[in-house]
Nanobody, 120 residues
Framework: VQLVESGGGLVQAGGSLRLSCAAS????????MGWYRQAPGKQRELVAD???????RYADSGKGRFTISRNNAKNTMYLQMNSLKPEDTAVYYC???????????????WGQGTQVTVSS
């Protein structure tokens, strides 16, 4: 199983980016998927997550600016980020709670991360 993020980059303050996360491999089911971020010198923190049924949760920092969504048929997840601020600069990681085909238990998987840099 592999999670691959894409869509990061350099953007000016006030701009937008759309991150994507694609899960691949022998996947039986995916429960919660989420976006986390880690800025230099800080701990990794939740940005937003989404259940298989579409229920969402956002950190206060992104409420009203970020929108998380997913396509269950394609095992993909997205994060639309608008009105970006310099403090949003971080490496953004994709996370998924999933079960591989033939494996009885769920495990948490992480992507390698994608850099988002917001200039002032």
């Amino acid at each position: 199983v592999q999670l691959v993020e894409s869509g990061g980059g350099l953007v000016q303050a006030g701009g937008s980016l759309r991150l994507s996360c694609a899960a691949s491999g022998s996947i039986d089911s995916i429960n919660i998927m989420g976006w986390y971020r880690q800025a230099p010198g800080k701990q990794r923190e939740l940005v937003a997550d989404i259940s298989g049924g579409g229920s969402t949760r956002y950190a206060d920092s992104g409420k009203g600016r970020f929108t998380i969504s997913r396509n269950n048929a394609k095992n993909t997840m997205y994060l639309q980020m608008n009105s970006l601020k310099p403090e949003d600069t971080a490496v953004y990681y994709c996370n998924a709670d999933l079960r591989e085909t033939g494996i009885p238990h769920r495990y948490m998987y992480w992507g390698q991360g994608t850099q988002v840099t917001v200039s002032s």
